[in-house]
């Protein structure tokens, strides 16, 4: 497909129902579109703010529920890992391993990442340049890996907020396949509740500028109910808001393509 | 035309012969592409960074040659005032006065220009949130007008870099018509030899997104021979590139407006 | 006086008695400390964020007050200008001519400043880096004078939030003396309602690192109330608490002194 | 002691000869001034830019040359932790275990490091808030610990440069003891290079800075040939210079605690 592809899926696991609704929603609207469609799915979150926050339903269950995905839709799924020990296990389960932006300039966990065969996806640290993503992509290719991708999802602006440097998408491409996280850099950190603000409003923009600017791939935490997800409700897109959003972009993209 | 607007022109006019030179090689493309052009050129250079940089030909010269561009290609004028004795002495000269970023919170300067009667076009400070121009455009219309349009020229990023934020063009398009200015976007200011760098292999990139994200009209300077110019040379776009950059972001507009 | 100088005074001269009495107060405490004074207060405010904020009491009056205090007590004075008629007019009246920051690229109001002879107290652009404002000083030595200062008022951080970069000041020693100014570094402009907030209680703190650092002078707004005053109330120091103030700073500079 | 605590020592452990060489040299002079004394160095670097870079010299021999350090000298010890499992490892060697900044957002990390019973220094992300540390604070009080300090290493300031915020001083003592890291403040990151740079003439005024705001600690890496150091080398402090550095900030300390 000369489209560009579509991570997509809830912030977190919450449950199997949940996860196969979504899918199969997702699904129904990418086939349509001729959009690749790798389900997104967190089987843990490991940099909640607060304690108290929602960090997941057990590791191994949600695992198996992204295996489910994959197998019931035939598609390929991806999910973020954390520690060293999580690439294995991970890589049991799903076909692309991300890498969190907090922990993009940890080696030991890139590694163990690509030394897994799987698809790396890099997310840039909000506090990286465009320009410094080519060392973590040298470190996949020193593990005898040539299979990364690289994830913009905001950089730090002031204290509480994110923006996107769209002049990294061209930069970043020269190193790997790049691909835009709309609902992450729209987050708006550090709020004083101790919970991440966002501005949902934007995400059609920043999709629409990504698109423009030749971004491979688009990331997009939706949900049924983003009001009631258990984490990130603030920036995910209501799904019911989809296929109006992809079918505006694909055909971006097409004009995109043609010049 | 539902086709975005362009201000284009040399940075500072040097001369007759160049200032027509260029606005009939930028007319000859606009009128193809049915984009409305406005040509523009800055009488003075009223804010460089050192005392032996270039700063003009002599204001009323200068302005004379603004009308005569006008007048032999029957197109508006756009050029920017830093003073409010400026306001009444431009307003006789050209179309558009165009507020210098740095002096856009300059109260009096502002209502200058707004009570000369003549399109107002302000440029969003390289220091404020597009939200704050709100109270810019307002000062325009308590002075009797309704005559604003708004350029986003980017945003400080540390001290040697500008980002556009592109959250910023449909928030700003609330207050007035949005232009985005793609070459002071890509300026890179402080630098250690007192002369603003730039990114103009970015050009495109940064036009682009703002295209793809409902900018009104595009602000490009642009020269023969961007690296003899007299100013801002670092960023103007080589005459010879336009007409391929406006085909391909008509062509980005066409799909956009029919979303 | 081995002791660093203090520029303080009102945000805007609100009328001669309110002037005439800060300044006495003010004078009582730095006479004590073996402080230099100069009195500061602005006859226009020329850039106000929405156009019905206060400007002043009438340019002419205003100056003459200041004129008034420098001859009740026999301390100088500072105002800042705003177009390049200013510096003639105020010059008349006060002893040192101040650029706000906004304007310190503005190349013909820093060059009128200098011609008058008086003292031009560059403010730093908070769109510029310490290194940069080696260029507005030098503006004043093209012009012939040698009498200038420089003074720190915070940096962009964000759209909506100030940062003092305590490496500037030893940067910027070394191209005229260095004045911190501890009011409006404390400013969060941009904010939604069009008047610029601030954090007052962090006065003392960014006063310390000033003076441990190495500034020569401090620029502090003050009013015997703060919160009716007609601008800037957000940030002005209580007058109460000036003279504690004051105190701690000078047992830190005599230490910094002796080092 | 009223004297500030000091956390100093190589970046990385290189070798016992050295380690037992820099601690002894760094009490020699803290022992005279009264400052409480931690030596540090990093077991493991893991998260270097390139993956080329020198990671160290195995973690067990790193970690036994830390308690040899401590035994030989009777300071407490503080090394950098990376992964859930390095806590227990490292807590039965040293005394304070160190939150990289990077890091200090894994939930699962911070939990482990409390659970140790050790002092947990919580380094501030250089992405975070000084208000967005109390709830890296409170995931510590959460465990059953209260043992915990808070060290600020800058804020991402641009892509290139780190900007020290010294507000978050007071706000953070709110929370727990800050300690100052004049070392990694003073970075220059994402270099085109792949190697941070610093600038390291900037560490007595960042300190002096952080003295006289009330900083509790100083965090400094120092080393005897710091250009020939296998990490970090651009910003440790050259430790013929410790002496005199140290010497004045207690002078301004003494004067402080007077206030």
Redesign the interface.
Known sequence: SDNFFLLAGPCAIEGEDMALRIAEKVLGITDKLNIPYIFKGSFKK???????SF?GIGDEKALRILRKVSETFDIPTVTDI????DAKMAAAYVDVLQIPA??V????LV?AAAQTGKVVNLKK?????P??M??AV??VK??GSDKTWITDRG???????M?????G??TMKEYAPVVLDVTHSLQQ??Q?E?VTGG?PE?IS??A??G????ADGLFIETHFDPTNAKSDGANMLDLSRLEKLLT?LT??R???K??
């Open positions: 490991a940099n909640r703010s607060r304690i108290d960090t954390h520690e060293v020990s907090f922990l300039r940890q080696t030991d590694v640290g909000q506090f990286m340049s320009e410094a080519q060392h040298q470190k020193d593990s950089t730090m602006f002031g204290y509480q907020d923006i996107v440097d769209f002049r998408i061209p950190p550090n004083s101790g501005r934007m923009t920043i629409r500028a698109i423009a600017t030749g505006d055909a971006i097409k004009v995109i043609s010049l």
